[in-house]
C-alpha cells in the first residue's frame, strides 16, 4: 500500500492482526491508523493485534466492532470488555 501511494493519505486500517514491525514502522511514518475489533478477530481466529507494539510507535488505535456475522452485537461497550 505505500508503494502504490495509498497510505498517503493516512487511512484508517482495519484489522492489523498480521502486521509486521516494518509494517508498523511504515504506518507510523505515514500516520494511518489502526482500526481493532478484537472480538471479531477472535471469533475469525485471525490473531491478536500488536497493541502494545502499535502504542509504542504511537500510532493512532481505534476501536471499531466488526460485522454482525462474527460479533452478536455492534456494541462498542462489549468490544471493550
Known amino acids: ?4 501511494g495509498f497510505l498517503a ?12 514491525k516494518g509494517d508498523l ?5 505515514t500516520g494511518a491508523k489502526a482500526v ?4 471479531a478477530a477472535q471469533f475469525l481466529q485471525q490473531g491478536v493485534a500488536p497493541y502494545g507494539d502499535m502504542r509504542e510507535k504511537r500510532i493512532s488505535v481505534l476501536l471499531g466492532t466488526g460485522g454482525s456475522p ?4 455492534l456494541s462498542l461497550w462489549d468490544e471493550m470488555r
Open 1 to 4: 500500500l505505500a508503494e502504490i
Open 9 to 20: 493519505a493516512a487511512p484508517h486500517l482495519v484489522g492489523c492482526v498480521q502486521v509486521t
Open 25 to 29: 514502522d511504515v504506518i507510523a511514518h
Open 36 to 39: 481493532l475489533m478484537p472480538r
Open 70 to 73: 462474527s460479533v452478536n452485537t
